[in-house]
């Protein structure tokens, strides 16, 4: 009774608008959720070729610690950039649920990459998080491992060096502003486990990819990438 009361109390001085179509009642209609274009077949994040589960292809392998990268939708489809962008920098947790059920939906039609996963988020600066108030990319894993019972543990990679965001720089900077930016904790062990790591969007694959070589060379078996959108 007493969260009815809250919400409703919210719901009056704050009313919630559509991101789609900015209609009030909630972030998200129905009719703009149908209009989010779901990736129904899997491609291979570096040429874009149709591949199993976004394997990468086997030319490809050898310049990534990643097995492949599983998108959940189209970027430039329907309202997910207003809500991604929400999500992470309007700090509308709600919208956790709703980017959350498109990673589930996305995982489970590809869930033979692996048995019993292990799964974890890219990592933020904690003066990043601090600054920010959460990790957007943990805060999804977390949806996602509740919803489906997978295993999660979120202090297997740390960001120990602050960078520039990935989407202000470009082509072989991106790769140079990451070197050394993360560490494993040698406290956890990852050996022959599956890792899913968890990010909002990627662009060229850099991040996960940086992440991946860790947790490769710590142990694991295969690890894969999850997120909403390639930008």
Known sequence: MKNKLKNFILDTIFPKFCLGCNIEGEWLCSACKNKIVKVKTQVCPHCGRISQFGRFCSKDK?????????????YDEGPIKEIIHNFKYNNI???????????????????????????????????????????????????????INLQ??????????????QVLTEGKKRLKNLKNSFKINKNIDISKRTIIIVDDVTTTGTTLSECARLLRKAGAKKVWGLVISKG
């Not at 050898?62 to 189209?74: F, P």
């Not at 292990?118 to 990043?128: D, E, K, M, Q, Y």
């Not at 999660?152 to 965001?165: A, D, G, H, L, V």
């Open 93 to 147: 947790l709600e919208l956790k649920n709703i980017l959350g059920e498109l990673l589930i939906d996305s995982l489970e039609e590809n869930i033979e990459i692996g048995k019993d996963p292990l799964i974890t988020a890219v990592p933020l600066h904690f003066l990043r998080k601090a600054q920010r108030g959460f990790n957007q990319s943990e805060v999804l894993a977390e949806v996602v491992a509740e919803n």
């Open 152 to 165: 999660k543990n979120f202090k297997i990679i740390q960001k120990k060096r602050k960078t520039t965001p």
């Open 62 to 74: 050898k310049s990534y610690g990643l097995s492949g990268i599983i998108v959940a939708c189209y």
